[in-house]
T-cell receptor, first 115, second 115 residues
Framework: KAGVTQTPRYLIKTRGQQVTLSCSPI?????VSWYQQTPGQGLQFLFE???????NKGNFPGRFSGRQFSNSRSEMNVSTLELGDSALYLC??????????????FGSGTRLTVV | AQSVAQPEDQVNVAEGNPLTVKCTYS??????LFWYVQYPNRGLQFLLK??????LVKGSYGFEAEFNKSQTSFHLKKPSALVSDSALYFC?????????????FGGGTRVLVKP
């Protein structure tokens, strides 16, 4: 079966702009989690969506938002981009959410560069 | 709050020698524990996980890890390292009873296997 698809793979944006990243999970998976990876802060949890509802949120400013569609595809949006938003954004696909879920498949990520 | 520590930023080992990557964790409850590997400009690839049962977990590519509850550790090991094992390794934890899928990652350990 197809893996986790993140698009685009690379993005270059200017400070102040906004950006939308997409994640298509494995077919049948209903949970999508997003992570930001930077050299300084490592891997940090942004948010999780399960069955179109935000289930968890990390400690990021309100400029970071997301949503999930009925087909489980998820998008994350970053508004008013700052240089510090330059990072690799990873999404993880899971069948379920919570106690009985311990399977995570990561996409290859979107590399965002803010100039 | 939960946290993961990977005390070594980098581990150097000669090809054919044993490889150990250290991980300790702190959670208020019983954990799921994971190891992932990341190659340049790629997402995270799953290596192994501890869910319950036998403390010694065997995973992909000859890797194994031992769950030690008293020392709150989950060190990754490989008996004979290959040059192709050179990559960035992440340990992650999640509470079994967490209401969601949030993973907390360690800072990562870069492994360099020299021929």
């Amino acid at each position: 079966k197809a893996g986790v698809t993140q698009t685009p793979r690379y993005l270059i944006k200017t400070r102040g702009q906004q950006v939308t990243l997409s994640c298509s999970p494995i077919s049948g998976h209903r949970s999508v989690s997003w992570y930001q990876q930077t050299p300084g802060q490592g891997l940090q949890f942004l948010f999780e969506y399960f069955s179109e509802t935000q289930r968890n949120k990390g400690n990021f400013p309100g400029r970071f938002s997301g949503r999930q569609f009925s087909n489980s595809r998820s998008e994350m949006n970053v508004s008013t981009l700052e240089l510090g938003d330059s990072a690799l954004y990873l999404c993880a696909s899971s069948l379920g959410s919570g106690t009985n879920n311990y399977g995570y498949t990561f996409g290859s990520g979107t590399r965002l560069t803010v100039v | 709050a939960q946290s993961v520590a990977q005390p070594e930023d980098q581990v150097n080992v000669a090809e054919g020698n044993p490889l150990t990557v250290k991980c300790t964790y702190s959670v208020s409850g019983n954990p799921y524990l994971f190891w992932y590997v990341q190659y340049p400009n790629r997402g995270l690839q799953f290596l192994l996980k501890y869910i319950t049962g036998d403390n010694l977990v065997k995973g992909s590519y000859g890797f194994e890890a031992e769950f030690n509850k008293s020392q709150t550790s989950f060190h990754l090991k490989k008996p004979s390292a290959l040059v192709s094992d050179s990559a960035l390794y992440f340990c992650a934890v999640r509470l079994i009873k967490a209401a969601g899928n949030k993973l907390t990652f360690g800072g990562g350990t870069r492994v360099l296997v020299k021929p």
